[in-house]
T-cell receptor
Framework: DTAVSQTPKYLVTQMGNDKSIKCEQN?????MYWYKQDSKKFLKIMFS???????INETVPNRFSPKSPDKAHLNLHINSLELGDSAVYFC???????????FGPGTRLLVL | GENVEQHPSTLSVQEGDSAVIKCTYS??????FPWYKQELGKGPQLIID?????GEKKDQRIAVTLNKTAKHFSLHITETQPEDSAVYFC????????????FGKGTKLSVKP
């Protein structure tokens, strides 16, 4: 039973392309997150949704747009991909804000 | 901005020894402090957490201590085993109700058999 799942696991694409990463959680949680982990392993929050509403929107380029069709899903769409977008993107979920966060396995994005 | 400092960045111990990782945080309103273990190619996994109304918490070989006055917290792993080898992250919640976690930069722990 996968609690937090992401697809795809690997994503290799060319600069300028548009891509999406999908996330689903089956824990019944109300809050979902997107994190970016760079090559130095630094984890930084990008977005957070609570009950399908955006509650955290860190300083990320507006080429990144999250979408939450329902409480169990939080997708990340990236327009006009750049080399610097190469990283591992993690989805996470929690029962609510300031509760234990459970991470997905990550999506490894490589922009060529 | 608010930040979390984590030390050391790398730690190598012999199997059976103890390992200690320390973190300091800057936001005095932080009230939730989780620790995550990340194995190669996997997502971070929560191993223990502590809230600001508790000074210490233990779970088998793992313990966390919190000193709110000094704004630092530590992870203690006793009787280390090779499978403890991983990158460990501390985190602190930002003040407020949004639940934003600020992560330390990680400690790569190597346990030598």
């Amino acid at each position: 039973d996968t609690a937090v799942s992401q697809t795809p696991k690997y994503l290799v694409t060319q600069m300028g392309n548009d891509k999406s990463i999908k996330c689903e959680q089956n824990l019944g949680h109300d809050t979902m997150y997107w994190y970016k982990q760079d090559s130095k392993k630094f984890l930084k929050i990008m977005f957070s949704y609570n009950n399908k509403e955006l509650i955290i929107n860190e300083t990320v380029p507006n080429r990144f747009s999250p979408k939450s069709p329902d409480k169990a899903h939080l997708n990340l769409h990236i327009n006009s991909l750049e080399l610097g977008d190469s990283a591992v993107y993690f989805c996470a979920s929690s029962q609510g804000p300031v509760q234990t966060q459970y991470f997905g396995p990550g999506t490894r994005l490589l922009v060529l | 901005g608010e930040n979390v400092e984590q030390h050391p960045s790398t730690l190598s111990v012999q199997e059976g020894d103890s390992a200690v990782i320390k973190c300091t945080y800057s936001d005095s309103a932080s009230n939730y402090f989780p620790w995550y273990k990340q194995e190669l190619g996997k997502g971070p996994q929560l191993i223990i957490d502590i809230r600001s109304n508790v000074g210490e918490k233990k779970d088998q070989r793992i313990a966390v201590t919190l000193n709110k006055t000094a704004k630092h917290f530590s992870l203690h792993i006793t009787e280390t085993q090779p499978e403890d080898s991983a990158v460990y992250f501390c985190a602190a919640s930002l003040g407020g109700s949004q639940g934003n976690l600020i992560f330390g930069k990680g400690t790569k722990l190597s346990v030598k058999p």
